[in-house]
């Protein structure tokens, strides 16, 4: 077992935030008294993330997401706890930390706005020291696996989003990172470019062995991508586990999708309940902790001649909406 690459111990990260009182007097107090009140956006978060996983982190704007990715990166100082990041501790070994990670922010680009895409490139080639063939091997991959060679001789600023995000995953990768941040890479993209990037990610971590750690409101993105996704909200890691670990545990009830090799008048079956039924079509729903999906199949290939049929898993966004719902209720 390799060691983890990320490891996150009661990890704190408070601000300081100024209180604001309305009205003339309220504004006299505010000059003179100063009052303030904390903010935890990191609450004694802890986790390991392994060499090549790639992790999906997600919760609500303000859940704390942004500020673990800046602690993670070098950028921000925790208050309290201990942060390992490839061996290192980010904030005190920036000019190292820097050289094994890439980071793309999907709001922001590291590029030059004015130059062409691959002046950008080459500038970063000298940037980050990288030997003349292993950056002419990577872009090379690049260029053709992100389609970047229609672009790559016109200024940052004339491109789409979808084109700059390509650029900016590319910029990102160069230097052959051992980790890569990836906050919301695909916000406002079409779905052509949001699969393109999607396949991107994937071959990265894959062939490469890349971590990957994704922030996205996408839930889509983590189905697609993430074996692993950890929920945060006001500052609280909520869950930490596989998709199908959060489905189980959160995801309500399944559906089952059947198409009759007859018409029947009725097509009840014991642990589960018709929702949905017509032209020797039903939909069922059944509770996954009640009857699995093999043995609901079984009771009903026992009643009924079946030509087809599928399992279908609850939305993740509502499984994901269920879990914030949770801890309203524990709160």
Known sequence: MKPPIITVSHLNKHFKVRKHHHGRMAGLRNFFTQEHKLVRAVDGVSFQ???????????PNGAGKSTTIK?????????????????????????????DLGAVFGQRTTLWWDLPVIESLNLLQHIYRIPEARFRRNLDEFRQILELDPFLDTPVRSLSLGQRMRADICAALLHNPKLLFLDEPTIGLDVVAKERIRQFILHINQERGTTVILTTHDLSDVEKLCARVMIIDHGKLLFDGTLDILRERFGGKRELIVDFAQEYPSVEVEGAQVVEK??????????????TASELIGRLSAKYRIRDLAVREPDIEETVRRIYEERLLER
């Open 278 to 291: 017509e032209d020797g079509h039903a939909v069922y729903q059944f509770e996954r902790s009640a009857i």
């Open 49 to 59: 993330i392994a060499p090549g996983e790639l992790v999906g982190y997600i919760g």
């Open 71 to 99: 602690m993670l990166t070098g950028l921000l100082v925790p208050t309290s706890g201990e942060l390992h990041v490839a061996g290192r501790v980010p904030w005190k070994e920036r000019r190292a930390h820097v050289a």
